[in-house]
């Protein structure tokens, strides 16, 4: 029996598209009520938040995760159901195998070995779930972490359950995130006939000057622990759709993934100043999704780093690639955060899976976690 893999297959079986949870936080608080965890069920809007705490000392060990999953899209692509959970070829799959349900499993089995074999640990454990990470992230961890200040409930080390791993489990773990700015240019032109383009100003031929140089600045240098600040254009529109029209407008959306060597304020100012250069009547529409965070190489990621060495023989990259996650919110409140789950191969594709063999090692690493971080005297 792998009890991870069960668990796992029961998480999956229930449809959670954000912001929906389908009954999973119920699940996890029910199995883990009779070791002693105390559940606060917090709802904000639509979305369901879960917070589960065993012990009131210091220190104290969260977990944090996300029962939601993205849409499946039409069934007509997977090769089961994306909702009933099936194992082929040592793969398990179906929606939230990777992204994040087997994490969640793992978390939990993991601490029900844990407390199997230290009872008495010298700390707290605590779970942080939410039904709203894959969508606006609004009333989910964020809420969370803002109801936890009130209460004075201060974790000190989070690890997040995010698929991080490539190529094989625990090759990779994440101790930061770049930050996400986005932004919606508008830029005004003159509508006009094609054959007498002096009588009209056309946006895209006045806009492209500007994105291609946007595209080719270097906006920071990659250090230690972040890659270089990047920016890439992610929709350009423009046009009626007739041949002979010079456009009147073009609108193009784009994003920074930045590093703490820029900040929100300089990318605004650096874009807005070579837009003006280039002569452009623009707008901005700026959304800030996310600023850069980064845990030191210090104690936890160390600690981490030695569950993973321990049960797989590897030691993990440490890295701050990919998107973002909700460790952007944790770090407010938590001054190490940690991200380490399965392979993220195939998260948010059709036909999502996680290889079986994967689950009771990960299991593993999170329960030698715990070990390293709430040391205690084994139960003869």
Not at 251 to 275: D, H, I, V, Y
Not at 309 to 320: C, L
Request: charged content about 15%; glycine content about 10%.
């Amino acid at each position: 029996m792998n009890p991870t893999l069960t668990l796992a297959q029961q998480l999956i079986s229930m449809p959670s598209v954000t912001p929906e949870d389908g009954g999973c936080q119920t699940l996890i608080a029910q199995r883990l009520a009779p070791l002693g965890f105390i559940a606060h069920e917090l709802v904000f809007g639509k979305v369901r938040n879960l917070w589960l705490r065993r012990g009131q000392h210091a220190p104290l060990v969260v977990f944090a995760g996300h029962t939601d999953v993205v849409p499946p899209g039409p069934e007509s692509g997977w090769h089961s159901p994306p909702f009933q959970p099936e194992i082929r070829d040592g793969l398990l799959y179906g929606r939230g195998a990777a992204d994040m349900k087997t994490s969640l499993a793992a978390f939990v089995t993991a601490i029900e070995h844990f407390l199997r074999d230290h009872p008495d640990p010298a700390g707290s454990i605590a779970l942080l779930l939410t039904s709203d990470e894959e969508g606006p992230a609004v009333d989910g961890t964020a809420r969370v972490v803002a109801w936890l200040k009130q209460q004075r409930q201060t974790p000190d080390y989070c690890i997040v359950g995010e698929p991080t791993s490539g190529d094989r489990l625990g090759d990779t773990l994440k101790n930061g995130r770049r930050g996400s700015l986005s932004g919606r240019l508008t830029v005004r032109g003159v509508q006009g006939h094609v054959a007498y383009p002096p009588l009209a100003r056309n946006p895209i031929h006045l806009a492209a000057p500007a994105l291609a140089e946007l595209a080719a600045t270097v906006w920071d240098e990659a250090n230690a622990d972040f890659p270089a600040t990047t920016f890439q254009v992610s929709n350009l529109q423009s046009g009626s759709g007739a041949g002979n029209v010079i456009p009147g407008e073009l609108t193009a959306s784009f994003n920074f993934r930045f590093s703490p060597a820029s900040s929100e304020a300089s990318l605004r100012q650096r874009t807005e100043a070579l837009l003006t250069r280039h002569g452009l009547d623009f707008e901005i529409l700026w959304e800030l999704g996310a600023q850069p965070f980064l845990t030191p190489r210090g104690s936890l990621v160390a600690t981490v780093s030695e569950a993973v060495r321990a049960v797989t023989g590897i030691t993990p990259e440490i890295s701050t690639t990919g998107g973002t996650s909700d460790g952007r919110f944790i770090t407010s409140l938590c001054p190490q955060v940690v991200e380490l789950g399965p392979r993220n191969a195939t998260i948010h594709q059709r036909n999502e899976c996680v290889a079986v063999a994967d689950m009771a090692p990960l299991s593993a690493i999170y329960q030698g976690i715990l070990q390293r971080l709430l040391p205690a005297e084994t139960r003869p």
